[in-house]
């Protein structure tokens, strides 16, 4: 394989705030079909945290276009339209993850999580900016938060500041006023205020097994592209080293023990990572594995989740 002549990427990308909800319901729509046409089979578990995940994804995804005519000159096999849709399909995810979060929510939830909610966004985020003057976080990255505003942003930049302190909680560890308790909180708090401003806007949404079954399934379909696109950047930065820093796994937490985790239990077996190509003589970006047994479909909510509503469209 011919050695790629873009330098060796070294920087981790920064986490991006998910798409307000309008923007992420327009995704969803766009992915509606293909959510629906996935089988049983096709679904996996859910054992990680959706929004920190999109917030993953979104921050790699320049760094992944920019090889867009790489992998397609070097993987000819390869389905590269699922990088194309690969912003469509977690934008899908997220929106479809604030549906699911809206059947447990009420409007009477709204004033308490926005007491709280505005106080430790403006907490994390003083604590945030002097972290980047020191070069410790991305300095863009939480200008971009900054520059948020309304209830709606105050939701979103608090899924972003989480995904941005966990991400690189080894290395400001120490260094900051904040503490693991407050991203936790942040990662949770954020979907719940937009699941409870929908309510408040939009009176009742689906179902919590309707919701529970797109959720599981619109998670299925980005996590099967972005899979996908990593093993293709594995081969194609197989030499240079760098693929784990342009497309890390969305099981492994960077930022030392989880956070603001949605789903209960155990991380599962990185099987991405033990499919990946072993080196350049891998020629295409491999298949799936036959042999693993499909996991369960994820459960509804718990018996308290209640029929909710939308997330608010504006």
């Not at 709204?110 to 002097?130: I, Q, S, T, V, Y």
Request: hydrophobic residues 45%; aromatic residues 4%.
């Amino acid at each position: 394989m011919t050695k790629s002549s873009t330098p060796v990427t070294k920087k981790k990308p920064a986490p991006r705030k998910p798409a307000a909800p309008p923007q992420a319901a327009a995704a969803y729509d766009r992915a509606l079909p293909e959510i629906e046409a996935l089988s049983p089979e096709q679904l996996i578990a859910i054992k990680l945290d959706i929004p920190r995940a999109v917030s993953q994804v979104l921050g790699v995804l320049p760094g992944l276009l920019a090889l867009r005519p790489a992998i397609a000159e070097a993987l000819h096999k390869h389905d590269i339209a699922l990088l194309d849709r690969l912003e469509t399909y977690a934008l899908a995810a997220w929106y479809a993850h604030l549906l699911w979060l809206s059947t447990g929510a009420a409007e009477s939830a709204l004033k308490p999580l926005l007491a709280e909610a505005a106080p430790l966004r403006e907490n994390l985020l003083g604590d945030a900016e002097a972290l980047a003057r020191r070069g410790l976080l991305d300095a863009d990255a939480v200008a971009e938060i900054r520059a948020g505003q309304g209830h709606i942003d105050t939701a979103n930049d608090l899924v972003a500041l989480s995904a941005l302190f966990s991400g690189s909680w080894p290395e400001i560890s120490g260094k900051t006023a904040a503490t693991e308790e407050e991203v936790k909180r942040a990662g949770e708090i954020g979907p719940q205020l937009l699941a409870a401003l929908g309510v408040r806007e939009h009176g009742k949404g689906p179902g919590p097994t309707e919701a529970a079954d797109k959720r599981a399934r619109a998670f299925a379909l980005l996590a099967h592209a972005y899979d996908q696109t990593r093993r293709a950047v594995a081969y194609l930065r197989w030499n240079e080293g760098d693929a784990e820093t342009i497309a890390p796994s969305i099981y492994k937490s960077r930022g030392g023990r989880a956070t603001g985790a949605s789903d209960d239990g155990p991380e599962p077996d990185d099987a991405e990572e033990a499919a990946a190509p072993t080196g350049p003589d891998a020629g295409t970006a491999p298949a799936p594995s036959a042999g693993a047994a499909p996991a369960a479909v994820p459960p509804g909510p718990g018996p308290q989740a209640q029929p909710g509503a939308a997330p608010p469209a504006g």
